[in-house]
């Protein structure tokens, strides 16, 4: 397969979403992106070893393994064992940031175990459709890459594909901010930027894990650390384990308290 980008018009651009480009990199080079890329992008390898290094975290990418990544999202990606063959698509599109959240897609993506005779199947499509220069190809290449995308999400999602790392990387970082950050008041968006993505993203991928709401999941982190507190200094006063749990106000934290122990601070303390 040659590299192609085709010519982006502005009928082009006037679509959802829109291709900007595919190929495959039978030697990957190396690529540095502080700033990130301008497009969005998706790659995958079809022999060799590489490295994805992105948001703090080195990812081995090798066959059958694969990566996304959002536009403006920093990162590298280079050969470890030569020659790394990688075969990679990348689109954009004024509804893309939406139904990627609508799918469920991270900042960024990393997918194990992948079908690649399937993806060859379905990139090799939109090769084709581009290279064949009729009109409204623009339109066939947004509708299968609708069809790529959704079904790259199902297939990472998937039983069979090793599932994703991206989410559950981000999801690490988040719990990893409300621990150390419990006492202060932090909001959704304060949580959100530190992931570096959208708060109903988070929400989103949040619940899927753990069955319940960011704040839920805060508010009873709170209240774990204030049985703690009230355990290991016995003469602190009610309202500062209050405070120093993140609550504000004594008189909620003593509602939520009975709310999730069924006692209040003090009879708990008095065991």
């Not at 990627?100 to 690649?116: C, Q, T």
Request: glycine share 8%; hydrophobic share 40%.
């Amino acid at each position: 397969m040659d590299t192609i980008y085709p010519v982006i018009t502005k009928a082009d651009i006037a679509l959802p979403f829109y291709v900007t480009g595919v190929g495959c990199q039978r030697n990957q080079e190396y690529i540095h992106r502080p700033l990130g890329f301008n497009n969005y992008q998706w790659a995958y390898c079809r022999s060799g070893k590489g490295i994805l290094e992105i948001d703090g975290t080195e990812c081995v990418i090798d066959e059958k393994c694969g990566f996304f990544f959002r536009s403006g999202v920093p990162h590298k990606y280079y050969a470890i064992e030569e020659p790394w063959e990688v075969q990679w698509l990348t689109f954009d599109g004024r509804n893309l940031s939406v139904f990627m959240d609508y799918l469920g897609y991270g900042m960024w993506e990393v997918a194990v175990s992948l079908n690649i005779e399937y993806l060859d199947k379905m990139v090799n499509n939109i090769y084709l459709t581009l290279k064949s220069g009729k009109r409204f190809n623009a339109a066939e290449c947004s509708l299968l890459l609708y069809d790529f995308l959704l079904k790259m999400r199902k297939l990472i999602q998937s039983d069979e594909s090793g599932g994703t790392k991206g989410d559950s990387l981000i999801l690490d970082k988040v719990v990893k901010f409300m621990e150390d950050n419990f006492s202060y008041a932090i909001t959704l968006d304060d949580i959100a930027k530190v992931a570096s993505i959208t708060p109903s993203h988070l929400c989103r991928i949040f619940k899927k894990r753990y069955g319940m709401s960011v704040f839920k999941f805060l508010t009873n982190l709170r209240v774990q650390k204030s049985k703690e507190m009230l355990m290991k200094f016995p003469g602190m006063a009610i309202k500062e384990v209050a405070e120093r749990a993140g609550f504000n106000d004594t008189s909620y934290f003593c509602m939520v308290f009975k709310k999730f122990e069924g006692i209040t601070p003090s009879e708990f303390r008095g065991g």
